[in-house]
């Protein structure tokens, strides 16, 4: 069974940056990331990241995250900067592999960005 481990989530002031690491145990994945939930609103993407390093974005944090992963330690990490109180939410690692049909949601973080 995959286990993921989920680190950098706290308290940080509007303006100021964090990092979100999430590590995947043993398997290899295609596709790694990160999802979010704000109370009241439907989880949402954040930003994912293939194998062959393609991105993909949610609108609302282009320009202000960068993701990135290591496949030789199997983890995905996100850098957070300018961060808004619009992104306080519980943030999710999402890690999932086509080739063996697997999907995995991590237990989530807690984000909150004061104002």
């Known amino acids: 069974q995959v286990q993921l481990v989920e680190s950098g989530g706290g308290l940080v002031q509007a303006g100021g940056s964090l990092r979100l690491s999430c590590i995947a145990s043993g398997s290899a994945f295609n596709v790694m990331g990160w999802y979010r939930q704000a109370p009241g609103k439907q989880r949402e993407l954040v930003a994912i990241?293939?194998?062959?390093?393609?991105?993909n974005y949610g609108d609302s944090v282009k320009g202000r995250f960068t993701i990135s992963r290591d496949n030789a330690e199997n983890s995905v990490s996100l850098q957070m900067n300018s961060l808004k109180s619009e992104d306080t939410a519980v943030y999710y690692c999402y890690v999932g592999s086509s080739k063996q049909g697997v999907e995995v949601w991590g237990q989530g973080t807690l984000v909150t960005v004061s104002s």
């Open positions: 990241v293939t194998s062959g390093g393609i991105t």
